[in-house]
């Protein structure tokens, strides 16, 4: 089990990143779009981790012809018709690839059995694979479909009319998938706008997808293929929040995150962080597919602050954001944040617990937490197999040193971590 030992900073910082590392959730859409094209999509700056190598090469079972040219870019050439694979489908740590390729694969002709870590086995999937059920779709798996492996045989779907009662980007992007094969005009509605890379992607290879008067989103089944992708994926705001997370909490310390994408439903965090006092400032330099530019993050004293809407938006930072709230004066809150119990780890008893170890006064909820701003201890975390729990308290440790356990999880979604983490000294 590898162990990440960091200690802490003796002096300020002030740098411009460059090589945070690309968007995992517009590269797992990338690879899995390029199925409904019939000519080659050309991808760019794709993330080289584990998770979404997983993706790519599960697409490459189906007949998907992979091209590398350089580092991180591709041309995917589909199949004239999607190929049954021969083997089970790995999708590693990844609960976004396997919860969208339940939807995607649903409609497809074939048998499928879809798998991934033990972390992955025992994540709850029937927030997908009920709804799915619903509308014709042939899935089982332990637990009734709740748990991996999963069995997909592909069929033909119906038209639905469904109101997510939770707000989820893949929930919702695994039936948007779906219903591109559906017999007719499906609908779907969340109470809170998530994360809309799936409609902005779709959308802009032709699907028909719209936001109508009453809030569903209405999904039109294709009548031709779609037009290929040819895209250059932003870095991700998630993988860099951790770094501006460490601007706020290190005096006098600034840095410069570059070429992130700045989709509204991706840079909540921020707000929330310069909502918290911190220096955030927003520079769009492009919008195709994505409007991109760079984020510039800088310390300042840091309040409290509840954190209660919007909560899909900035699922994922949480964790990081913690620790910001850890170095904030006054009591800080988060709630109507179930989600966190069913991500890699349950993320609000890993973030409590370990917060405590580090000697800050915190309470946990059932949808969320408190804390208390105080000093940083340095201490012995267990990550829980969880990527984010694991780089947010090394971030921890710039403040005061810290050794977090089983971080070989970090390689998953964020490989060079460790070493843009170093440059920072």
Known sequence: MKTLKVTPLNSSFNTNISDIASDKSISHRSAMFSLFSDQPSHIKNFLMAEDTLNTLNIVKSFGVEVEQAGKADFTLTPPRKIKEPDDILDCGNSGTGMRLFCGLLSAFEGSFILTGDKYLRNRPMARVTQPLKAIGAKIDGRDFGNKAPLHIRGSVLKAFKYESPIDSAQVKSALILAALKADGVSYYKEEKLSRDHTERM?????????????????????????????????ADPSSGFFFAVAASIIPNAKITIKNVTLNPTRIEAYKILQKMGANVEFVEHTNIYEPIGDIVVSHNTLKGVDVSENIAWLIDELPALSIAMSQASGISSVKNAKELRVKESDRITSVISNLQKCGITCHEF???????????????????GDHRIAMSFAIAGLKCGMEINDTECIMTSFPNFEELLNSLR
């Open 202 to 234: 779709l959308s802009g290879m032709g699907a028909t997808i719209k936001t109508n008067d009453d809030g569903y989103i209405e999904i039109h089944p294709l009548t031709s293929t779609l037009k290929p992708l040819d895209i250059t994926i932003p």
């Open 366 to 384: 059932e949808d969320g937490y408190s804390i208390t701003g105080g000093e940083l201890n340095q201490a012995t975390i267990n990550s829980h």
